[in-house]
């Protein structure tokens, strides 16, 4: 009971991205998995976005420069060196971590509109970089060998191996996100977002901990990205760091609820779910971003909370299972 | 009579405004020191100076013992200082309650969040705010933010306490109050410097006076001592009335 009670903030996210998981399993259709792997690569983009947004309060415009980064380290360590998955993935991950250090210590000292611009400069200048830089095949990017999959057991395999890692790694984005939450560090970031010179003045070492908070929420992107390019047979630099997957990003986090577990969950289950009605309607399917566009207007003025952070505040006794 | 606070010569300046000038001054430990002067005389830059929020030009601040002139103010707060806010700092959509542990969790006693939430919950109850604990502080009034701020600043268990106009803003019984409760903290052994407009309770409560006026310590000593200064009452002349107050202490 006492255990129930001191994880039951984490019962509801799991069971999402379990049910997630299973789902194309019970309906036995590839097309579904597919469609189950688009959400949970965003429920783990969002998750780990959610980190930086939604408990430290920093609004970061090019998170996605760490799944664009991570995923061609990971590719060019995967055919260039011939590492396995497991390894570059996790390479992928380290190498986001490491970016997103030295660019935390040197931007996080700015603060709200100056830091977000400076995300969106970090993003493009990385795109430009990548875009000139040989050794990651420049402005054509990286193809894996066909011969590649052979060693997870042909293509169809592979595909089904990328998809249940994708799961692990959305639950993986959400356990450390309820953890941070639930944790003294997090506390601290929770005071960072609400008032960072307050926090300074009660003792919160600002500068490490917005560092650690965007470390943090690096490293899963890093390794997301390795597995998606590695499923896609290819990366290119504009696939790899694409400005308005970095909006749609926020309008997950923003309109599931920042600064809760859940939220970014429901937040990328409901997004994906518009956008594939958008992009298959006729009426829609060109005009989809200004969708999502409209979409975050009407949350920022309407429901800054999201979704979730509405119900809590309705509803309290659901405070204790949306956490 | 050990010295828990030393300032040695302590200048700022904001361009052509000399905010302090060469204040200096030993609080033993144990003291409850008043800080008053007119509007604008730098109390709160000066509080700013020893907090490491506004680091000063010159001079040098000791605390315990150790120089902390130009350190940051989470190492003040590691290293035993805390301080409330005149302008109140709520954490506004975190409990009343998560405010408190995050005094208590960064402050110098650096505690996990276990016995955090049991050290919130002791002050809580010590600044009469217990019934609010679960309420979030940005819905709490004026008077109760600034048991709040004191809340948060004792959780963190410091040496010195740095109480930047508490009693500003509360009606008489609030005051009475916030003056017991200031009394009780010195009782626990914790030494404060006190900012005040609130003449008598100030007077009340300090065992020793500095007074500040246009960045310069004009006078320093007893409460006695202090309403009678000449230069004292010449510097609040601008407003007669407090010069009256000062001078009915007697």
Redesign the interface.
Known sequence: MKLWHRYSGLILPVLVVAALAIWPLVTGKPANRESAFTILKAVALASSLNMLLGYTGYVSFGHIVFYGFGGYVGIFLLTEKDWSLWTAILAGGIASGILAFLLGSAILRLRGAYFALATIGVNEAMRAFINNFDLFGGPTGITLNFSVYRTYGGAAQALQTSFYIGAGLALLALVMSYFVRSSKFGLGLLAIRENEDAAEVMGVVTPNAKTWAYVLSAIVPGMIGVLFFFKNGNVEPHDAFPLHASIELLVMVMLGGQGTVLGPILGALAYQGMRGFLVTSPVFKDIQLSVSGALLLAIVLFIPTGAIGWLRQRIPPLRRVLA | MTILLSLQGVSKRFGGLQALMNVTFDLPEGQILGLIGPNGAGKTTLFNAI?G?YPPEAGRIIFRDKDVTNT???DH??MGM??T?QIV??????SVR?NV???A????ENQ??VN?AKIADEVLEFVGLTPRADQLAGNLNVAQKKRLEMA?ALA?RPYLLLLDEVLAGLNSSEIDNMVQTVLKIREQGITIIMIEHVMKAVMNVSDRILVLDYGQQIAEGSPEAIARDEKVIEAYLGDPKLAEQLLEEE
Do not use: I, S, T
């Open positions: 907090n929020v940051r103010p989470y707060a590691r805390a301080r806010h700092q709520p954490l506004n959509e975190l998560e542990m995050v005094g969790c960064f402050g110098h996990g969040l955090a948060r963190a």
